[in-house]
């Protein structure tokens, strides 16, 4: 049994879920909205180590306080450059407003595999269709899975933004998430928590 624990952070003005994942001292962020406050100031309080910020899409609403948090820990930032192309074509949270100058921050280029967080492995999976270069991050120790905005309790991510198609995320739910182990706890990027086998039997996509 893992000591590693998950705290949520709904933060900025689409309420988006981000994610401490803690073992110590030592820390990960997974996504970070704008007007990230609370989860500064917990990483701050509490001395802790942040090592990474993994993001699971580039859109504004999971990406807009990554820069202050990197400025002010260090951390290394990690996700699919494959989303770049959202500098270019990137959106306000109405959906109609260029944002120009959004990834103001570099970005390693994360790969599909195993990685390990905590010397816990963590699978990168690829779940294009949200954008083209959405990830998710599933851990088997602790039975979950983040996936930004790919599925919510009873419901899916949008795709009427660039880069998003809604067959490749039907195919990205069904072929990543639901071959998980249905006890699998699905951590989504708005929302509440849900589960793999409670998607499988009540999304109406699915049934």
Same mark, same amino acid.
């Given at each position: ?60 609403d999971h990406i807009g306080?990554?820069?202050e948090l990197q400025k002010m820990t ?33 970005? *390693?280029? +994360? ?5 390990? %967080? $905590?010397?816990? !492995? ?5 779940? @294009? &269709? #949200? ?36 067959? *490749?995320? +039907? ?5 990543? %998430? $639901?071959?998980? !182990? ?5 951590? @989504? &990027? #708005? ?17």
């Amino acid at each position: 049994m893992t000591n590693i624990t998950v705290e949520t952070f709904v933060l900025g003005p689409l309420e988006t879920n981000c994610y401490l994942l803690t073992y110590g001292k030592e820390a990960i962020v997974i996504d970070c909205a704008p007007e990230p406050q609370p989860l500064l100031e917990a990483i701050k309080g509490r001395n802790l180590n942040l090592k990474s910020i993994y993001l699971t899409h580039m859109h504004l609403d999971h990406i807009g306080g990554v820069s202050e948090l990197q400025k002010m820990t260090g951390a290394q930032i990690y996700g699919n450059i494959e989303d770049h192309y959202l500098n270019e074509v990137s959106f306000s949270y109405g959906g109609s407003k260029e944002f120009p100058h959004l990834l103001d921050f570099e970005v *390693t280029d +994360l790969k599909p595999g195993k990685q390990f %967080i $905590f010397d816990q !492995p963590m699978m990168v999976l690829a779940t @294009p &269709g #949200h954008t083209v270069g959405s990830l998710s991050f599933f851990f088997p120790a602790l039975s979950c899975v983040f996936v930004g905005d790919l599925i919510f309790m009873i419901a899916v991510g949008r795709t009427d933004f660039p880069g998003g198609d809604s067959e *490749t995320l +039907l195919n990205s739910i069904r072929t990543r %998430i $639901f071959i998980l !182990p249905d006890e699998t706890q699905i951590y @989504p &990027g #708005h929302g509440p928590m849900t589960s793999v086998i409670h998607e499988k039997k009540n999304n109406p996509l699915f049934t």
